[in-house]
């Protein structure tokens, strides 16, 4: 509780004193109570002020046994998604929803819309607990009108360039190697959700060819690095499993077919962050409960955008 006590006390003196010093420059003011002055700055600098006490947030230590639960988790999860591609039909989410949801949905897609859903893997129809962390699994499917599947595959595969088909999630993206269709790249996040995270991730991405018209691929963040002071003299990455804990782990599965006069593309991703302690829900809490759809969202219809723009050349 010192960590959530220092942050809450810092945060309302520097409040007071901002707002005081503003009430002061005003005229006909003078009766202005001390809980009204504290009630117009918590509104005026309020974000500011987050954003500037938010810096260093209570450090996070993986623990084995949380990695021990999400290994169990991403292992049944991939059992699941391995059973689906080998049967080999209705291959995004959302053909399994009654019919009439089912062709809403598809009319939603070839709108221009994302169908987002959240999920849970279970172990003989039970939770998996997660000690110490917590499990994030979102899938999301588009439509990109016109494209043909290798359109698609052209912006996937094109990670020297993610930076710039996915910015500002994406800052820095490379090739660090590439045999075949596999693929080891380095790419640096930037998330913002009151408080502003850089992460420098390796991922080992294989794509499977399925059909003329069908692709997949598998993605592993083999390293996940929390960078501080960015852009300073002094920036260097956090040991990895000791940091903020924003995102300890993230397994994606990608799906792709060609039908219907364009391309589904659907992705589907389980990631590990932190638990929230108590106290500290207002300042961890939206980042990582709100960042792993929002981020989702994001990159589908930054594909699809990418995608639209190739195709057009």
Request: proline share 4%; glycine share 8%.
């Amino acid at each position: 509780m010192k960590v959530e006590t220092r942050l809450f006390r810092n945060l309302r003196d520097r409040m007071l004193r901002l707002t005081e010093r503003f009430a002061g420059h005003l005229t006909g003011v003078a009766d202005i109570g001390r809980a009204s002055v504290f009630l117009f700055g918590a509104l005026l600098f309020a974000p500011g002020l987050l954003a500037s006490e938010a810096a260093d947030p209570a450090a996070a230590n993986l623990k084995p046994n949380t990695v021990a639960a999400f290994n169990e988790y991403v292992q049944l999860t991939d059992a699941r998604n391995n059973a689906e591609l080998q049967r080999g039909t209705n291959l995004l989410w959302i053909d399994g929803l009654p019919e009439g949801e089912r062709a809403q949905a598809y009319e939603a897609l070839k709108r221009g819309e994302v169908k987002m859903q959240k999920l849970e893997t279970l172990e003989n129809g039970q939770k998996i607990r997660c000690p110490g962390g917590m499990i994030h699994h979102w899938v999301g499917v588009v439509f990109v009108p016109g494209a043909k599947l290798q359109d698609v595959l052209g912006v996937l595969q094109d990670y020297d360039h993610h930076a710039q088909y996915y910015a500002p999630d994406v800052e820095r993206s490379k090739i660090e190697s590439h045999d075949g269709d596999d693929f080891v790249v380095f790419l640096r996040f930037r998330r913002h959700k009151i408080i502003t995270v850089v992460l420098n991730t390796q991922h080992d991405v294989r794509y499977f060819r399925d059909s003329e018209t069908r692709e997949h691929s598998r993605s592993f963040a083999v390293r996940i690095a929390e960078v501080e002071n960015t852009g300073n003299s002094d920036e260097r990455e956090k040991p990895p499993g000791e940091d903020g804990g924003f995102l300890w782990r993230m397994e994606t599965w990608w799906r792709m077919e060609e039908r219907d006069g364009g391309v589904y593309v659907q992705s589907e991703v389980a990631s590990l962050t932190r638990d929230i302690p108590t106290g500290l829900g207002w300042l961890i809490g939206p980042f990582v409960t709100s960042i792993p759809k929002e981020t989702l969202t994001f990159t589908l219809e930054a594909t699809r955008r990418a995608v639209e723009q190739r195709t057009k050349k």
